[in-house]
C-alpha cells in the first residue's frame, strides 16, 4: 500500500533550520506532484509549498517564500522540505501529500487535490 512517511520534525529557535523528508513507497513516485501543508492548533491545514513530478516547477506560500525550499530525489522516493530563518509562527504539525499529476507542470495548491497524506511530524520554533 501507499506509505508516505515524514522525519526531520523537531524543537528548534527562532532563526534556525530544520530539514524534513518524506519517503514514499507503493506509488510511481514520478507520477506525483508532491506537497507540505502544516497545521498550527486550532488552525485550518494550509498550502506551504509543492513541487511537480520532474521538480522542474515549484510555488511557496507567501509566508515561507524565501525562507523555505521544496525538492525532491525521484531516484531515493523522497521529497525534501529545507526551512530556514524559523519563526515561532511556523510552528505546526507539517504534513507531506501526493498528487497524481504526470507530466504537468503547475501544482495544485489545494489540499483536496492530494491523494495520499503522510502521518505528520511536528515542527516547534522557539522564541
Known amino acids: 500500500q501507499v506509505q508516505l512517511v515524514e522525519s526531520g520534525g523537531g524543537l528548534v529557535q527562532a532563526g534556525g533550520s530544520l530539514r524534513l523528508s518524506c519517503a514514499a513507497s507503493g506509488l510511481p513516485f514520478s507520477n506525483y506532484a508532491m506537497g507540505w501543508f502544516r497545521q498550527a492548533p486550532g488552525k485550518e491545514r494550509a498550502f506551504v509549498t509543492a513541487i511537480n513530478w520532474s521538480g522542474s516547477s515549484t510555488f511557496y506560500a507567501d509566508s515561507v517564500k524565501g525562507r523555505f525550499t521544496i525538492s525532491r530525489d525521484n531516484a531515493k522516493n523522497t521529497v525534501y522540505l529545507q526551512m530556514n530563518a524559523m519563526k515561532p509562527e511556523d510552528t505546526a504539525v507539517y504534513y507531506c501529500?501526493?498528487?497524481?499529476?504526470?507530466?504537468?507542470?503547475?501544482?495544485?495548491?489545494?489540499?483536496?487535490?492530494?491523494?495520499?497524506w503522510g502521518q505528520g511530524t511536528q515542527v516547534t520554533v522557539s522564541s
Open positions: 501529500a501526493a498528487d497524481f499529476a504526470p507530466l504537468r507542470m503547475v501544482v495544485d495548491t489545494t489540499s483536496q487535490s492530494y491523494h495520499y
